[in-house]
């Protein structure tokens, strides 16, 4: 029985879909290493939070989006409210995450030291034998319509005006 328990836990670490924690820290430090100056921020702790299917690209291959939580250290001071700098949002975007899914940047200037958490994503493609980072337009999350009170879409209601013109109402 403690020979199953040993077989079953090496088995199930190497069923994780997508890439490995190691690849997707090497991803992250290099999109903070392109899109900030150099030396401005540090990955101190990622973990990666499983991943879930997407639908497969124009090519037919395979596509996931991963999961992370991690923690970036500010290396020196920056104003992210510099009109020109890069954003919370812009930061927010660069790791998959909503503006909301980013915290400690403060609304002045956040200081050498400072720890910023986020809850981002990342999306890769199967390429050959191996998962490659992908760029994808993001969808803003959005707040659903009250129920009973969603519109119908410009097409639909266009369908609706043409079928009441049609029919005496």
């Not at 970036?72 to 503006?99: C, M, Q, R």
């Not at 986020?118 to 050959?128: N, P």
């Not at 191996?130 to 879409?153: E, L, M, Q």
């Amino acid at each position: 029985s403690v020979f199953v328990c040993v077989v079953a836990i090496v088995l199930g670490a190497g069923c994780s879909r997508g890439p490995d924690k190691k690849t997707l820290q090497t991803e992250l430090k290099e999109k903070l290493g392109k899109r900030f100056q150099p030396g401005l921020l540090e990955l101190v702790a990622l973990r990666r939070q499983g991943s879930a299917p997407l639908q497969a690209s124009e090519t037919g291959s395979k596509r996931l989006i991963v999961y992370f939580n991690a923690t970036i250290k500010l290396l020196k001071n920056y104003d992210f409210g510099d009109w020109e700098g890069l954003s919370p949002a812009s930061l927010a975007n660069i790791l998959g995450a909503t503006e909301k899914g980013i915290s400690g940047i403060k609304p002045q200037e956040t200081r050498q030291g400072d720890l910023i958490r986020v809850f981002g994503s990342s999306t890769y493609e199967r390429s050959q034998d191996k998962w490659v980072s992908v760029d994808v337009a993001k969808r803003g999350v959005t707040r659903p319509s009250d129920p009973g009170n969603a519109a119908p879409s410009s097409r639909a209601q266009n369908l609706i005006e043409r079928l009441a013109s049609m029919v005496d109402i």
